[in-house]
């Protein structure tokens, strides 16, 4: 089956680009923690809430916190030029590297811009928490 295409970008490629590029994200916060993670992938102008909106890369400069985050993606679509794109998916925080079990659950959203490079960046990060899903039976 051929790929779908818009224009002259490969979808499909584009949308793998992205979902490696989130992974990517998750994997560096997990080395390097999540503040180090997020200051390297956001956009200058980057938002997120806390709960206002704010400047997400100035945020994470000046934040002492560094939150134990994980997660994946689930989904992600992009634009058909193939310059914005998101991703969602699960996350679980931990209030230390050492805790067996997480402390939050949530879903985020984020969303992602090319920037001049072809390079994607966070142009808008934002999660909602809820209690941990139960087991189907």
Known sequence: MAAARGGDVDLQKAVGSLIATEKAYAKLAAEKGFRAASISVFADDAVIFTPNPVNGKKF???AKEDPVLT???VFASISRSGQLGY???PWEYKKSRDAEQPDGFGHFVTIWRKDANGVWQ???DVGIDHPLPSQAE
Do not use: D, I
């Open 60 to 62: 994470w400069r000046e």
């Open 71 to 73: 997660w994946r993606p």
């Open 87 to 89: 991703t969602t998916g």
């Open 122 to 124: 966070v142009a808008l």
